[in-house]
């Protein structure tokens, strides 16, 4: 359980880097959240919350781009280096084998 809070914690420093107020939120809302569930009892529901944290953690690391409003009509995507991939380009005519 420790384990994954704190990997949840690094993980939202990476994601919401140079964001002071998305980095207080996030703290909030994971303390708040193992806060509420410290004193389960229960295997399978601890297995259960345990999984969804885990998803939430990859869910923040594979999906979370931050974007900067830079004038009022437009805004600049910040993308991590883990999160470009190789893009395969698009043919409208496929090529004859």
């Known amino acids: 359980v420790l384990k994954l809070f704190k990997l949840l914690h690094r993980t939202r420093q990476e994601v919401f880097k140079n964001d002071a107020r998305a980095l207080e939120a996030a703290r909030q809302k994971i303390n708040e959240e193992f806060k509420n569930n410290q004193h389960e009892t229960s295997k399978e529901k601890i297995n259960e919350l345990l999984k969804i944290a885990s998803d939430v953690e990859v869910i923040l690391r594979t999906s979370v781009i931050q974007a900067v409003h830079t ?21 409208d005519k496929p090529t004859k084998k």
């Open 71 to 91: 004038d009022s009509d437009k805004i600049l995507l910040i993308p991590r280096k883990d999160l470009l991939q190789d893009n395969t380009p698009y043919f």
